[in-house]
Nanobody
Framework: QVQLVESGGGSVQAGGSLRLSCVVS????????LGWFRQAPGKEREGVAA????????YYADSVKGRFTISQDNAEKTLYLQMNSLKPEDTAMYYC??????????????????????WGQGTQVTVSS
């Protein structure tokens, strides 16, 4: 089982930046995608960005394209989410997640929560106007 521990959340004003980190341990042959998700109170969990660990492909929700950047440091086994030009609507609990596959996995990554089996505990991001 993959373990994920997020950090880097906080409170910022609109227009500011934050960088979230997720330390990933317990990688398996079945891990293909790592993703960042968020959930605001009363709303469903939504995918923000994903990273294909074998192809280095990146995928973004339309709401964050051009503002957020997902990346991975292989040596540090850490997944990052650089968030710029933050808006109040970005306020949410942010989660890091990893998928699980038996056999051959996907060539691209989705942003649906049901596609990911291992989750971190989350880190809160609050953006004030």
């Amino acid at each position: 089982q993959v373990q994920l521990v997020e950090s880097g959340g906080g409170s910022v004003q609109a227009g500011g930046s934050l960088r979230l980190s997720c330390v990933v341990s317990g990688y398996t042959d079945g891990t293909y995608c790592l993703g960042w998700f968020r959930q605001a109170p009363g709303k469903e969990r939504e995918g923000v960005a994903a990273f294909h660990v074998r192809r280095s492909g990146t995928y973004y929700a339309d709401s964050v394209k051009g503002r957020f950047t997902i990346s991975q440091d292989n040596a540090e086994k850490t997944l990052y989410l650089q968030m710029n030009s933050l808006k109040p609507e970005d306020t949410a609990m942010y989660y890091c997640a990893a998928d699980r596959w038996v056999g051959r996995g996907p060539t691209s990554c989705g942003l649906k929560a049901y596609g990911y089996g291992d989750w971190g505990q989350g880190t809160q991001v609050t953006v004030s106007s």
